[in-house]
């Protein structure tokens, strides 16, 4: 589709436009003769063209482009008028941060609007309505997109357009509520959607037909704790497990008719809605939540039972609870194989914070166990019963993961006295120890020791050259910048050296880490373009992908090599060359994501060249695959896998591919879970 072959009756100009567009993409623009060739190709008579073109503008994330993308929206083409309006919320990406002018913002909220007026396609409008909803930059303006939504959902009938409203009042909500609280007009018509759509004439029954405008809606709806009991007994009754799962969300408010969804959420068929039951207990403080956890322990799904050991670590008062604990953690049948030990990490966790007194008989074992995951436990347990001994011992690990959680316990149970732990760290070659040793060393009282080592791990940084190291150097440079100590002993800044040099801008929430993470960073510009090359594009323009993961099976992705090429072309060579065979899922989040793909098994050690972002219009539903980042440009070739829709990450997370079959294989994947290798499948 990309760079079809045209007849010999035919040009071939437009597929040599096609891959100048996205070369100039991947470089992001940095001169004008780049941006020449995309504003160029946006007026090309090849749709695939011009499309491309529109979408590259808008990835650009430049306000600046915004007159350049207007005229695309009086495109003949729906597909690219729809590109268009998508493109104009990517361009003021910042409207989030309030970085961008709201006159900007009026702007292009002016020109959606005069669109819907004349827009007869419905994929168009529902690009628009959802476009509306996260562009809003003040208040003032989320006061005006709500009018359109609320209007547009009165009348709006086709699935598509529907889909549109419901994703705008999603973002709308999530992104604009500490601004503006949706007025009872607005709650009424997102009510209304959470229910199930009655029979179309002349058309069965299908309760999957809006299944994404009711969960978004509902979204929505428990974003802005505005749920009231009728719609929480429809989202109860849904028949799909995601609303369901969205209804104990909802429920934890804690009226009387959330305690009965809580209860009746424990035995849902559905392990998503029995996990975010157990989770919802917790966040209401519902006096049944001990008995109920101790009884999920048993769930014949594993994840269900993590989550619910992990609750009990809130309940010291209960003797049926600390028993159940100190039953697993010494028995060694729970710590015997690589998928039998995570029962037994998530009790020694909770154990220390529910009966801390119980915990020190336990933690020897674990201190020296021969699988690294369950030392990295055993100091996250140390850190939580103050066991600065052991914190030290485990500082001194052999796997850098365990020498990370040791620190970052020792920086807070023994602060500054640890010091000479801290600098020892900075000696390691992993990322992690090293950001997590400078974050320790900062502000200590002992500079004379702490700055020689510091500026030598940021020198042997810089030497390697490598873009992933950006979250050591970053560390370093901030802790030597609080001791007013330069980078370099020279006097001068050493960072610009490396090939990527980072700086931390707004921060937002992420798929790569557990809390916030930077939204974008300040890089110097590098021609990547080599990477992009229509003989690869024309191979993989169908490719499939089949992961096998050992011990559990295999499942299929198909890759979006039309949505994202760049990232697309990265992991099929990266996969080709057996780069993933062998790494783990290092990171499971019930009910959010799995990631992995790391070489040091963690989230800062990945491919070394940055790759660049693609968001596109394909949303992070559940089985879509996306490049896990720390910030705009800094995906490391690391993946994560969407196990529940996640409207937050759209538009900020490249997704470049879907899970086709084999989503019961992902269900199953628990941390440290091996990739046995990654198959490319081209037609």
Same mark, same amino acid.
């Given at each position: 589709?990309?760079?079809?072959? @045209?007849?010999t009756?035919?040009?071939?100009r437009p !597929? *040599?436009?096609?891959?100048?567009?996205?070369?100039?993409?991947n $470089?992001?623009?940095?001169?004008?003769?780049?941006?020449?060739v995309?504003?160029?190709?946006?007026?090309s008579?090849?749709?695939?063209?011009?499309?491309?073109?529109?979408r590259?503008?808008?990835?650009l994330?430049?306000p600046s482009?915004?007159?350049?993308?207007?005229?695309?929206?009086?495109?003949?083409?729906?597909?690219?008028r729809?590109e268009a309006?998508?493109?104009?919320?990517?361009?003021?990406?910042?409207?989030?941060s309030g970085?961008?002018s709201p006159t900007? #913002?009026?702007?292009?909220?002016d020109a959606?609007?005069?669109?819907?007026?004349v827009?007869?396609? #419905?994929?168009?409008?529902?690009?628009?309505?959802?476009t509306?909803?996260?562009?809003?930059?003040?208040?003032v @303006?989320?006061?005006r997109?709500?009018?359109?939504? *609320?209007?547009?959902?009165?009348?709006?009938?086709t699935?598509?357009?529907?889909?549109?409203?419901?994703?705008g009042?999603e973002?709308?909500?999530?992104?604009?509520?500490?601004?503006?609280?949706?007025?009872?007009?607005?709650?009424?018509?997102?009510?209304?959607m959470?229910?199930?759509?009655?029979?179309v004439a $002349?058309?069965?029954?299908d309760?999957s037909?809006?299944?994404?405008?009711?969960?978004?809606?509902?979204e929505?709806?428990?974003?802005?704790? &505005? +749920?009231?009991d009728?719609?929480?007994?429809?989202?109860l009754?849904d028949?799909?497990?995601? +609303?369901?799962?969205?209804?104990?969300? %909802?429920?934890a408010?804690?009226?009387p008719?959330a305690?009965?969804a809580?209860?009746?959420?424990?035995t849902d068929?559905?392990?998503m809605?029995r996990?975010e039951?157990?989770? !919802?207990?917790?966040s209401?403080?519902?006096?049944a939540l001990?008995?109920?956890?101790?009884? #999920?322990?048993a =769930?014949r799904d594993?994840?269900?039972?993590?989550?619910?050991?992990?609750?009990l670590?809130a309940?010291?008062?209960?003797?049926?609870?600390?028993?159940?604990?100190e039953?697993?953690?010494?028995d060694?049948?729970n710590?015997g194989?690589p998928?039998?030990?995570?029962?037994?990490?998530?009790?020694?966790v &909770?154990? #220390?914070?529910?009966?801390?007194d119980k915990?020190?008989?336990?933690?020897?074992?674990?201190?020296?166990?021969?699988?690294?995951?369950?030392?990295?436990?055993?100091?996250?347990?140390a850190?939580?019963?103050? =066991?600065?001994?052991?914190l030290?011992?485990l500082?001194a690990?052999?796997?850098?993961?365990v020498?990370?959680?040791?620190?970052?316990?020792?920086?807070?149970?023994?602060? @500054?006295?640890?010091?000479p732990?801290?600098?020892?760290?900075?000696?390691?070659?992993?990322y992690?120890?090293?950001?997590?040793?400078?974050?320790?060393?900062?502000?200590?009282?002992?500079?004379d020791a702490?700055?020689?080592?510091?500026?030598?791990?940021?020198?042997?940084?810089?030497a390697?050259?490598?873009?992933?190291?950006?979250d050591?150097? &970053?560390?370093?440079e901030?802790?030597?910048?609080?001791? $007013? &100590?330069?980078?370099?002993?020279?006097?001068?800044?050493?960072?610009? %050296?490396?090939?990527?040099?980072?700086?931390p !801008?707004?921060?937002?929430s992420?798929?790569h880490t557990?809390?916030?993470?930077v939204r974008?960073?300040?890089?110097?510009?590098?021609d990547?373009?080599?990477?992009?090359n229509?003989? =690869?594009?024309?191979r993989?323009?169908?490719?499939?992908?089949?992961v096998?993961?050992?011990?559990?099976g295999?499942?299929?992705?198909?890759?979006?090599?039309?949505e994202a090429?760049?990232?697309?072309?990265?992991?099929?060579?990266?996969?080709e060359?057996?780069?993933?065979?062998?790494?783990?899922?290092?990171?499971?989040v019930?009910?959010?994501?799995?990631?992995?793909?790391?070489?040091?098994?963690?989230?800062?050690?990945? =491919?070394?060249t940055?790759?660049?972002?693609?968001v596109?219009?394909?949303p @992070?539903?559940?089985?879509?695959?996306g490049?896990?980042?720390?910030?705009?440009?800094?995906?490391?070739?690391?993946?994560?896998?969407?196990? +529940?829709?996640?409207? $937050?990450?759209?538009?900020?997370y490249t997704?470049?591919?879907?899970?086709?079959?084999?989503?019961?294989v992902?269900?199953?994947v628990?941390?440290?879970?091996?990739?046995?290798k990654?198959?490319?499948v081209?037609?």
């Open positions: 589709m990309l760079l079809a072959v @045209h007849s009756a035919q040009t071939p !597929a *040599v436009t096609r891959l100048a567009v996205l070369q100039a993409e $470089r992001r623009a940095p001169a004008a003769r780049d941006l020449a995309i504003r160029a190709a946006t007026h008579d090849d749709p695939q063209t011009a499309r491309i073109a529109v590259a503008l808008g990835r994330e430049r482009l915004v007159a350049d993308i207007l005229p695309s929206l009086k495109h003949p083409l729906p597909e690219i729809a309006a998508n493109a104009l919320g990517q361009s003021l990406e910042d409207t989030k970085a961008a900007i #913002a009026n702007t292009v909220i959606l609007i005069t669109r819907l007026s827009e007869a396609e #419905a994929s168009v409008r529902g690009a628009i309505f959802e509306l909803g996260r562009t809003a930059a003040t208040a @303006h989320a006061e997109v709500e009018a359109v939504l *609320v209007d547009a959902a009165a009348r709006e009938a699935n598509d357009g529907r889909l549109g409203i419901a994703s009042f973002a709308l909500v999530r992104l604009r509520r500490r601004e503006h609280a949706p007025q009872a007009a607005a709650i009424t018509a997102m009510r209304s959470v229910s199930v759509s009655p029979p $002349r058309r069965p029954f309760p037909r809006d299944v994404r405008v009711r969960r978004l809606a509902l929505a709806l428990v974003t802005a704790d &505005a +749920v009231d009728a719609t929480l007994g429809r989202a009754d028949p799909d497990p995601q +609303v369901r799962r969205l209804a104990m969300r %909802a429920a408010a804690g009226s008719a305690t009965g809580l209860t009746a959420g424990l068929p559905s392990s809605v996990i039951a157990l989770r !919802a207990m917790q209401s403080r519902a006096a001990c008995s109920a956890a101790v009884t #999920a322990a =769930d594993p994840q269900v039972a993590l989550v619910a050991l992990d609750q670590a309940c010291g008062a209960s003797p049926d609870a600390v028993a159940l604990l039953r697993i953690v010494s060694p049948a710590v194989s998928r039998e030990w995570h029962r037994a990490a998530h009790a020694l &909770a154990l #220390a914070g529910s009966s801390p915990l020190a008989a336990a933690l020897g074992p674990f201190a020296t166990s021969l699988i690294w995951q369950l030392r990295m436990y055993a100091a996250r347990a850190t939580i019963v103050r =066991d600065a001994m052991l030290e011992k500082a690990d052999d796997e850098d993961n020498r990370e959680a040791a620190i970052e316990g020792l920086a807070k149970v023994s602060g @500054h006295s640890a010091d732990v801290y600098v020892r760290q900075m000696n390691r070659t992993g992690q120890i090293l950001r997590a040793a400078a974050a320790a060393l900062a502000g200590t009282p002992n500079p702490a700055v020689p080592a510091l500026r030598a791990a940021h020198e042997r940084l810089v390697e050259g490598r873009d992933n190291s950006h050591g150097r &970053a560390a370093i901030k802790t030597l910048t609080d001791l $007013r &100590a330069p980078a370099a002993a020279d006097g001068h800044a050493s960072s610009g %050296a490396a090939r990527s040099p980072v700086t !801008a707004v921060a937002r992420g798929a557990t809390g916030a993470a974008s960073v300040t890089r110097e510009p590098r990547d373009s080599r990477d992009l229509a003989d =690869d594009l024309r993989l323009a169908a490719a499939r992908a089949l096998t993961m050992r011990g559990i295999t499942f299929e992705l198909v890759l979006f090599t039309w090429p760049a990232s697309v072309l990265r992991f099929t060579r990266l996969a060359a057996g780069y993933y065979n062998g790494l783990t899922f290092h990171r499971v019930p009910n959010f994501v799995i990631q992995g793909g790391s070489p040091g098994a963690n989230e800062y050690i990945g =491919d070394a940055f790759m660049r972002d693609e596109g219009q394909w @992070h539903v559940r089985g879509a695959v490049i896990s980042t720390r910030g705009r440009d800094t995906g490391d070739a690391q993946i994560f896998i969407d196990l +529940v829709d996640n409207p $937050r990450l759209n538009h900020e997704v470049f591919a879907q899970v086709l079959n084999g989503m019961d992902i269900d199953q628990l941390e440290g879970d091996v990739i046995e990654i198959e490319i081209v037609k």
